[in-house]
Nanobody, 119 residues
Framework: EVQLVESGGDWVESGGSLKLSCVAS????????MNWVRQAPGKELEWVSN??????????TYHDPVKGRFTISRDNAQNTLFLQMNNLKPEDTGMYYC??????????RGQGTQVTVSS
């Protein structure tokens, strides 16, 4: 059974940092493109970052609002995806999900972890 379990969300002041984790089971994260997405209250799901599979070179891409502040990474031995978030802003508040390639599909995401950034 494919499962994604996110953790690491918290309340933090503007300018602070958090590191999100996503433990995968039922498949190897190294073999697939993986994503982080987020959803702010009352807003649509928003793609945040992608890391390509090892076979595709592990290239990382970011949505413009988080470039230079967020870093996606992967630990293949732990089968875990990470998102390091620095210099957090109130507009980063939302539920964060890790997801496989079809990140828009609810069945491709975990249950999420809440990030709240106060101004």
């Amino acid at each position: 059974e494919v499962q994604l379990v996110e953790s690491g969300g918290d309340w933090v002041e503007s300018g602070g940092s958090l590191k999100l984790s996503c433990v995968a089971s039922g498949f190897s994260v190294s073999l697939y493109d993986m994503n982080w997405v987020r959803q702010a209250p009352g807003k649509e799901l928003e793609w945040v970052s992608n890391i390509r599979s090892d076979a595709a070179g592990g290239t990382r891409t970011y949505h413009d609002p988080v470039k230079g502040r967020f870093t996606i990474s992967r630990d293949n031995a732990q089968n875990t995806l990470f998102l390091q978030m620095n210099n957090l802003k109130p507009e980063d508040t939302g539920m964060y999900y890790c997801a496989t390639s079809k990140w828009w599909d609810v069945n491709s995401r975990g249950q999420g972890t809440q990030v709240t950034v106060s101004s």
